[in-house]
């Protein structure tokens, strides 16, 4: 039976706080070292208390977990380790009960390896319908202007398959070949798969590496015209049936070569901003305005129903993708001082290490992240500060268990602790004896109780998700001044990017006789006059500040 | 949006049997066959002025008639009128949840019939009631109509000194009696409070709900209150712990609503307002200032994890004061009742436990006032209790910083 989307409004997305999940990695309750859905059910109550309204939920289907479950070999099931399906729609219906909406992922840029389609395609004679699932070739010299995405472990895009005698092509590891988009039988396959998790009620689809859908002679087989052909259908076909539901576009592009992505509002609601995060990083510790204003300054508008995705981190690395070479430089050196702290083109590290563990600057990069135009998503365990192991592989580093407590095992699990599938953070620093939901809990000065009064000062004000942004230019380039205007509010921002105490002064001419309430502690702030309003900021320091009329201007009306 | 689709079965029979009707009312206090009698041949003659060629249904609770032993002789149903026997309990004071059942009881049914309007008539059933509530939705485009009573000086405590200022401070809204049984409700305001956001009701005062959905909201004088239709529980402790419930779980409901609201504003109000006379009333205050010094010596752990030091520290002094100089300021009970709300909302306790120990403060609160306004005027009261109001009103600050950064180490 098809089930309606939990949202009541068809804009939701643009107001929703997201909360990126491994199910793996939240609760286990079935103590056999690996989370699951039960457990993710258990612990929908924090997940309510926090504030967040939308729940991504990374791959949980059944795979050989050579890629993290982005390597699929069944997109109808749920992998064993992390329950059934009735587990599955239990969690669902229990977070729409909650008023929380579920995204899950569609990754069909590429499939495992095992994955049936494959094993028939190698089998397959060539030119058949099963072949042409993948992209194969009698040579590996096609397409030769498409660079290698995981450069640390892979040296081409193409594999020789000795059962298929031809080689076929993969952007990612060459264990995930890619699907054929040129096949319409992959369109509908794909169409199908969609269908069954819509109609299920999950609410949204993060769309896995979209760039790469078609490959074509001659381009670097990026971002071509016939991958949005591609969106453009899937975008129909979600319309067509389904009512309030998203698509999330992950493109790794500029900003000018995502805004396609979103068409003319009739491709993908949301998508990532790259380029933004690691220039968060980088005006911080350059402790200069400049990275963010430039590329803000050159972001596009975007259709009226679409909106960004906006991040610190991930469970993948801090990209390094969209930053020039010097650029590149300077943030390895900054942010990565270990070489093992790197790969692929980028740094393999959670938030709190990143700020080497300084709550005011964690702070800081969080009320950006909650306050600038689109959809704050927030990476698991990075509300109470979690650590990452660059002793581990890949980027499992970042993807240890959620710290629940100082319990055996982070009380993430009762199993017998090498049974986990990662070992939890034991440093004395990170380790889940200084940092768990536990202690953090009941500890009003907390970064969680921090971040759960953050989210819902955001929530609270629909002009963070909805309105129009406006930077201010004062002369100290350490502080970040911007406005957000929309939905009948009026919000500054002022942020101190330096480590020592900064005066500003702004030009607020436009709101004279306006009154800033500084919104956390709701403190008055002397009423805009005729002159540049004149601010301190502590290190590291930030107001949001709420425009409203001054009482005198009230009685006068 | 989903909107829960409750109504009966039999009730669905019936109501397609009706067919259309534009003025459904509700009469939960029509327990007996004889009340029930009396009260439709009363209100019947108002109809044809509410609603020319108008159809009307009255529910009434099924016992009413099982309570008699059958159907027989109901009053006469006709074109202009119809009778409905639906499941339903006597609203009682301040009690959200009898009041909720009763109302999606009519206001289902109204969904169902088409209504132009519902009425609810929770405590009061005189025709004049019914005139006055259903005439400004009717006529005048109001979505809520709510009875505003005359007070005796010592009438309805909980109304004025927390209710009325607490509500009229967080939405904005001078509505005097937002816990009222009875009421006129708009289709527009009936759908807004059948919907279930989540698949389940999304309970509340339908008073909150009509402010914060930014609903045209009316009184009407209705002259001095009725005695409630239900007995009361003498018990204070478990009254104020029932309407506590209810203001704390709706501050909560409509966190993004209040936050935003500055100041309040009058609603239009239709009738005259009853004159009060001067009374010469009286109140035995010893034994709730005796409640209050007990409770101060046995229940300051309690009151501790929930007021801040300085209103604990207010409170402590005045427990120490004699009778006679025995006044309890307004800023130390709306610290009081903030710190409550947010000591609610972050469950540092059981929260019956927690509400029920707010009893001696709230006894320490009545005190005073009834202390203080003992020789007063009944306009000299109003004045008193506008002043009270006005408190709530500047205050707020202290709660919204509190609610957005909730810390217990604050003054």
């Known amino acids: 039976m098809k089930k309606s989307g939990s949202a009541r409004d068809p804009l939701w997305y643009k107001d929703a706080v997201i909360y990126e999940i491994h199910v793996k990695a939240f609760f286990d309750a079935n103590n056999d070292g690996i989370g699951d859905f039960p457990g993710l059910l258990q612990k929908l109550d924090y997940l309510e208390a926090l504030g967040v309204t939308c729940l991504w939920l990374l791959p949980f289907f059944p795979s050989p977990l050579r890629d993290d479950g982005y390597d699929i070999s069944d997109y109808l099931s749920i992998h064993p380790s992390y329950g059934t399906m009735e587990d599955f729609k239990t969690f669902l219906n229990a977070a729409h009960g909650r008023g929380m909406q579920v995204m899950v992922e569609l990754v069909v840029n590429h499939t495992s390896d095992q994955h049936p389609w494959f094993q028939a395609a190698r089998t397959a004679a060539p030119g058949s319908k099963e072949r042409d699932f993948y992209v194969w070739s009698d040579t590996d010299r096609k397409y030769e202007g498409a660079r290698i995405i995981f450069t640390d472990t892979e040296k081409s895009n193409w594999t020789w398959d000795p059962i298929a005698k031809a080689y076929y092509w993969h952007r990612f590891f060459s264990h995930q070949p ?53 969106l453009k259908n899937i975008r129909a076909a979600m319309d067509e049936n389904y009512e309030g539901r998203m698509i999330l576009a992950e493109a790794n592009q500029w900003p000018s070569d995502v805004r396609p992505y979103f068409g003319d509002g009739d491709e993908c609601h949301l998508a990532f901003h790259f380029p933004l995060m690691p220039r968060m990083f980088m005006a911080l510790r350059l402790e200069d305005r400049q990275p963010i204003v430039d590329i803000m300054r050159h972001t596009p508008e975007i259709p009226e129903n679409c909106q960004w995705g906006l991040f610190l981190r991930n469970h993948d690395e801090l990209t390094l993708e969209m930053v020039n070479e010097e650029e590149r430089d300077y943030m390895y050196l900054a942010y990565s001082s270990d070489p093992r702290m790197r790969i692929n083109v980028g740094i393999r590290r959670r938030l709190a290490p990143l700020m080497e563990n300084n709550s005011r600057r964690i702070e800081l990069l969080n009320s950006l992240l909650l306050s600038f135009p689109g959809t704050p998503i927030i990476y698991y365990g990075d509300e109470i500060g979690m650590g990452d192991n660059i002793h581990l592989g890949d980027r499992n580093g970042v993807r240890t268990p959620m710290q629940w407590s100082g319990d055996r095992n982070a009380g993430f699990s009762r199993a017998a602790p090498e049974m986990l599938y990662s070992p939890v953070i034991s440093d004395p620093v990170y380790g889940y004896g200084a940092v768990n939901v536990e202690s953090q809990d009941g500890e009003a000065s907390s970064p969680l109780n921090w971040m759960r009064n953050m989210v819902a000062l955001r929530k609270l004000f629909r002009v963070f998700g909805r309105g129009v942004m406006e930077f201010l230019d004062p002369g100290n380039r350490k502080i970040l001044a911007y406005l957000r205007r929309g939905e009948g509010e009026t919000v500054l921002c002022v942020a101190n990017l330096s480590r020592f105490a900064q005066p500003v002064e702004l030009n607020l001419q436009a709101y004279q006789g306006m009154r800033p309430v500084e919104m956390l502690g709701y403190v008055e702030f002397p009423v805009i006059g005729s002159q540049p309003y004149s601010l301190s900021l502590g290190p590291y320091g930030f107001f949001w500040f709420e425009l409203q009329k001054a009482r005198e201007q009230i009685e006068a009306q | 949006m989903a909107v829960l689709d409750t109504i009966a079965p039999e009730a669905k029979e019936r109501a397609d049997r009706v067919g259309e009707a534009d003025l459904v009312v509700a009469l939960p206090s029509c327990q007996s066959r004889e009340l029930l009698d009396s009260v439709v041949s009363s209100l019947r003659p108002v109809l044809p002025d509410l609603l020319p060629n108008g159809k009307a249904v009255f529910l009434y609770p099924d016992t009413a008639v099982a309570s008699t032993g059958g159907n027989g002789d109901l009053p006469a149903a006709d074109e202009s009128l119809q009778l409905f026997p639906y499941a339903m309990l006597p609203v009682e004071r301040y009690n959200e949840q009898s009041l909720d059942q009763g109302l999606r009881s009519l206001l289902q049914v109204g969904r169902t019939l088409g209504a132009k309007i519902c009425v609810m008539m929770g405590s009061e059933t005189s025709p004049d009631s019914l005139r006055n509530l259903a005439e400004p939705v009717l006529n005048d485009g109001f979505d809520l109509g709510v009875p505003l009573y005359a007070r005796h000086k010592f009438d309805s405590l909980i109304n004025s000194g927390i209710v009325y200022p607490l509500t009229r401070a967080l939405y904005g809204a001078r509505l005097h009696y937002s816990m009222a049984a009875d009421l006129a409700i708009s289709p527009r305001l009936a759908e807004k409070y059948l919907q ?123 427990a120490r004061l004699p009778a006679d100089q025995f006044r309890l300021a307004d800023g130390v009970w709306v610290h009081v009742l903030y710190d409550f709300i947010l000591a609610h909302r972050q469950r540092v306790m059981s929260r019956e436990h927690l509400l029920r120990a707010m009893t001696p403060i709230y006894l320490a609160w009545v005190a005073s006032y009834a202390l203080e306004v003992q020789t007063f005027s009944p306009l000299a009261v109003e004045d008193r209790l506008e002043t009270l109001c006005a408190a709530f009103e500047d205050l707020k600050p202290y709660l919204l910083s509190r609610w957005r950064w909730p810390d217990r180490f604050n003054p």
């Not at chain 1, 096949?183 to 949204?204: C, F, Q, S, T």
């Not at chain 2, 609603?267 to 307002?273: E, H, Q, V």
């Open chain 1, 178 to 230: 890619d699907l054929n988009y040129d096949n319409p039988a992959v369109l509908e396959e794909v169409l199908k798969i969609m269908r069954y998790w819509l109609d299920m009620g999950v609410d949204g689809l993060r769309l896995d590496a979209i760039p790469y859908l078609v490959e074509r002679e001659g381009t670097n087989c990026e971002n071509l015209p016939d991958t949005h052909v591609v």
């Open chain 2, 196 to 318: 279930a956001p989540h698949g389940q009701p999304d309970s509340g005062w339908i008073t909150t709900k009509a402010v914060c959905a930014g609903l045209q909201v009316c009184q009407v004088n209705r002259g001095f209150a009725p005695a409630p239709s239900v007995s009361e529980s003498a018990d204070v402790s478990a009254s104020l712990a029932q309407v506590l419930s209810a203001l704390f779980l709706d501050a909560e409901r409509y966190a993004g609503c209040w936050q935003k609201v500055r100041g309040s504003q009058a609603l239009r109000t239709f009738g005259r307002p009853a004159r009060g006379e001067t009374e010469n009333a009286s109140a035995d205050v010893h034994v709730m200032i005796e409640t209050f010094q007990r409770g101060c010596k046995d229940l300051l752990d309690i009151w501790a994890t929930a007021l801040s030091p300085a209103t604990m520290l207010n409170l402590k002094k005045l």
